[in-house]
């Protein structure tokens, strides 16, 4: 259900057995709306998780047993 979520707003959603990761490809001029976009996915995400009674921990902020979220912006080179 979550891949399903993710997807509604054009998120790929890679679940390991104790990491989920979020994976959306952009141009270097729709980082803005590609940064809100994933924001949206992670609140929607959230709370699909809360509504079905998940553990929530991996999205929360860092508080000394919490992992804290991770964006990594990668650059590939133009294809012609």
Not at 3 to 13: H, K, P, S
Not at 21 to 46: D, F, P, W, Y
Not at 58 to 79: F, H, I, L, M
Request: glycine fraction near 4%.
């Amino acid at each position: 259900m979550q891949a399903e979520l993710a997807a509604r707003f054009g998120v790929t959603l890679h679940a390991f057995a104790d990491d989920n990761q979020l994976h959306l490809s952009c141009k270097t001029n729709g980082a803005n709306l590609s940064l809100a976009a994933l924001e949206r996915c992670v609140t929607a995400i959230s709370h699909w998780m809360s509504a079905n009674r998940l553990e929530n921990s991996t999205w929360r902020k860092r508080n000394g047993y919490g992992r804290e979220a991770e964006v990594t912006w990668t650059d590939s080179p133009r294809q012609h």
